[in-house]
Structure formats: C-alpha cells, structure tokens
C-alpha cells in the first residue's frame, strides 16, 4: 500500500511564508515525478509545481519567484517552500507523485488547507 502523508499548511496573512511537506510510503520500486496541485473553493485543480527525479522543475506562472519545489530522493520527500503569499494562493494544496509499483502509477495526498488572510 503506497500512501503520501502531507504536512504542513494553515492560517497565514498575507505577505506571509508557508512550507508543506510530503513523504511517500510503502512498497515501490522508485519514485519518478512528485508535484504540488492546488484547487481554490468553485474551481479546477492546478498543478502548481514539479520535480523530476533528477531535479527538474517546473512552475505554474502564478507562483514563479515565489515558490521553491524540492525533493530528497533517499527519503523519498517532496517539500513546497511558499513565500510571498497572496489571498488567491487560498486553497486545498494536494501533493502527488508518479510511483513505480508494477507499472507507473500516479498517487495522491489527502489534502492540506492553505489560507491567506488579506
């Protein structure tokens, strides 16, 4: 059983700084992609931010300079460093991840709340 155990999150005010953390557990081969997606109250979830095993990154245009992704790979960890945030970072942050377990699977987190008060 492979799970993604997140940290993290809470009431922040604006201008304010964040950091989640995830870490992948259980039986697997390897860990390839791990990423951030968000989804605010009446809208899509959005990918927010990627790391590649290698340590690649990728960003959503809304949070770049704002926004550190990284990883350990020996631990198998994934944190999301938030600075600078704004009312519309407001949302359910999910961590996920691409897990080799009989094939690549694609994993999920149960959720953190971010709130950013004005």
């Known amino acids: 059983q492979v799970q993604l155990v997140e940290s993290g999150g809470g009431l922040v005010q604006a201008g304010g700084s964040l950091r989640l953390s995830c870490a992948a557990s259980g039986s697997f081969s390897s860990v390839s992609l791990m990423d951030w997606y968000r989804q605010a109250p009446g809208k899509q979830r959005e990918l927010v931010a990627a790391?590649?095993?290698?340590?690649?990154?990728n960003y959503a245009d809304s949070v770049k300079g704002r926004f550190t992704i990284s990883r350990d790979n020996a631990k198998n960890t994934v944190s999301l460093q938030m600075n600078s945030l704004k009312p519309e970072d407001t949302a359910i942050y999910y961590c996920?991840?691409?897990?080799?377990?009989?094939?690549?699977?694609?994993?999920w987190g149960q959720g953190t709340q971010v709130t950013v008060s004005s």
């Open positions: 790391v590649t095993s290698s340590g690649s990154t």
């Open positions: 996920g991840a691409r897990i080799i377990v009989n094939g690549l699977r694609r994993y």
